[in-house]
């Protein structure tokens, strides 16, 4: 059974860039609000801020000019309604590094530290995920 996190944000965190392994808290995950992605979300492991992360899915043979060669991005599927399809995201999912995006500067963050990311420092990986919004 997958542990709870903890009520409330511990907003006295300092930042640490700190790889926790992988996480019992639980995740979810759903399609994006355009269709063209999916959306994880949860409990950081560290400082317990909710966060969220939208992967974009890329087309096959359009190119990826712009975006990020990771291999692990999900592909767009002629059918994302499949439950082939929706097993194969999920195992993509689970196989990612998430980063706390709590929203919260945690004190002694860096100064150079990414425009637009803020959080406590932790990455993960997932130990469990649960597809919600399924079609």
Known sequence: MPEQPPRSHDFDAEYAATDVGRTTFPFTWR???????????????????RTRREIRRIVP???????????????????????????????VLLAERYFCACGHPHPNRPSDGHAGRVGCGASWVLGALARIGAR
Do not use: F, I, Y
């Not at 990020?68 to 195992?91: C, F, G, I, K, Y």
């Open 31 to 49: 399609d994006s609000d355009d269709g063209l992605g999916v959306v994880v979300e949860g409990h950081c492991p560290r400082c317990h801020g």
């Open 61 to 91: 043979g359009t190119g990826t000019k712009g975006a990020p060669s990771v291999p692990s991005w999900l592909r767009l599927r002629r059918n994302p309604e499949a439950a082939t399809d929706q097993a194969m995201d999920q195992e």
